[in-house]
């Protein structure tokens, strides 16, 4: 069926084959791969027109990745099912097909006149497996274009070397997407399965606000001319009221997926905005701010708004913990280097507030779990630390709290920063 010589690659052959190898092992988004591998087999073989099609092991398709160099009207198709004749011969043979060479020598044999008619419907002139663990997981379809007649398969080892390369990277890149994909469906079912926490907790906590409203709608028309109560308890109801909307819009933003939409920043830029906002009501409660923000904080991949509202939340808790007696609060950022050489960045928060108990240091980032009991709007709900919590886990960093009673809370938040190739190491490990 096909015909096989030793072939010499040419110094242009051989520089394809070296970039194509290098790429193969360093690509790992699976679109960029799969262009990749097209254009590489492409330059190869010098055809004009090519298509890959990878595997969906759910469908039990093959699905077209990426192509070029077809008309419209002779576009391969979108998906092709795993038990299609042309799947089913390269994953029994393994081998590429040259459509030209097995006219001469085998048609209608082995491949058999189906698999031409498909081949020549599609203008695919090659047709090279993709496999790996004696798999196929793709393969290109290939056609010439009018200058340039393939009819052999001289390059059939050199060809399946590279295919072989291109599988090893895309069974990889596969695995790397299979792990993301449950990396991100076990960070949903852990939102989901904190919800059944935060049903019971809402219940609890909307229970007496709707109580005291209740309440209200049931003695104001009896009421309605005693100025005093209508006055005070009106005060009572909007405050509960802004209650239980802050409550609804902290656990519709719980239990909300917020998937980072990351560019790159400068942390000391967004905590100094951040500080600009709460400086008045700082100086209002008699609280020092101070800030030691590192010079060679390296820029960091976030998503802008959510580090925001981390970084507020944990001000405002800093605040609200020495609102009757003032104090000081510093907030210092870090440059860290990892004992694996990786670079972060560090948000430390620490106030002279009363501090944390030690048993309910396990608990402060639990849903519902607060240790503010102010009556009114401000009143904690619980939810702000549990939030801050998921935030920084979806950016890949970490967030953690000491405290010591009659001294103070301190909060480190870290985070991976943007890779720099020649970075220097200026501060000390975490």
């Known amino acids: 069926m096909t015909r096989k010589t030793q072939v010499i690659p040419t110094p242009d052959a051989l520089k394809i084959i070296t970039d194509f190898s290098r790429d193969m092992g360093t690509i790992a988004e ?27 092991k759910e469908k039990d398709v093959y699905h077209l990745a990426c192509s070029h160099g077809f008309a419209p009207d002779t576009a391969p198709p979108s998906s092709i099912p795993v038990h299609h004749q042309i799947p089913a011969f390269l994953s029994r043979h393994q081998s590429p097909v040259v459509r030209a060479g097995v006219d001469a020598e085998d048609r209608g044999g082995t491949l058999g006149p189906g698999v031409l008619a498909t081949l020549e419907s599609w203008r695919a002139d090659v047709c090279v497996p993709l496999i790996t663990k004696n798999r196929l997981i793709a393969f290109c379809l290939m056609g010439t ?113 917020m998937e980072p939409k990351l560019t790159e920043e400068d942390l000391n830029e967004i905590v100094c905005s951040c500080l600009y906002f709460v400086e008045v ?92 009991h102010h009556s009114g709007e401000h009143e904690g709900t619980g939810l702000g630390l549990t939030i801050a919590h998921q935030i920084i886990q979806e950016h890949h960093g970490n967030i953690q709290v000491s405290s010591k009673e009659g001294v103070g809370t301190t909060f480190y938040v870290n985070m991976p920063a943007v890779p720099r190739p020649h970075a220097g190491h200026t501060s000390g490990d975490t």
């Not at 262009?35 to 090519?50: C, D, K, M, N, Y």
């Not at 808790?317 to 990892?338: F, P, Q, W, Y």
């Open 281 to 372: 009501k700082a100086d209002s409660c008699g609280i020092t701010i101070e800030r030691e923000l590192a010079s060679d904080l390296p820029r960091v991949m976030l998503d802008r708004q959510q580090i925001k509202q981390v970084i507020l939340n944990l001000l405002l808790n800093a605040m609200d913990a020495m609102s009757e007696c003032g104090g000081s609060l510093t907030v210092r950022t870090h440059r860290l280097i990892k004992p694996s050489g990786e670079v972060w960045v560090q948000i430390e928060v620490e106030d002279t507030g009363p501090g944390i108990p030690e048993s309910n240091l396990e608990h402060i980032f639990d849903p519902f779990f607060t240790t503010k």
């Open 30 to 56: 699976l679109s960029v791969l799969g262009e990749r591998i097209l254009t590489g087999l492409s330059q190869l073989l010098q055809v004009a027109r090519a298509a890959l099609f990878l595997l969906d």
């Open 145 to 257: 274009g009018p200058d340039n007649d393939f009819a052999t398969v001289d390059q059939a080892d050199l060809l399946m070397a590279l295919a072989q390369n291109a599988a090893n990277a895309l069974d990889n890149a596969l695995l790397y997407e299979d792990l993301r994909r449950s990396q991100t469906l076990m960070r949903r079912t852990d939102r989901l399965r904190s919800l059944e926490t935060i049903a019971g907790g809402f219940a609890h906590e909307i229970r007496n606000p709707l109580t005291s409203i209740k309440t209200f709608i049931q003695l104001a028309p009896e009421r309605k001319d005693d100025p005093e109560f209508i006055s005070e308890f009106s005060k009572v109801v909007i405050d509960d009221v802004h209650r239980i909307e802050r409550l609804i819009q902290e656990i519709l933003d719980y239990a909300r997926y």
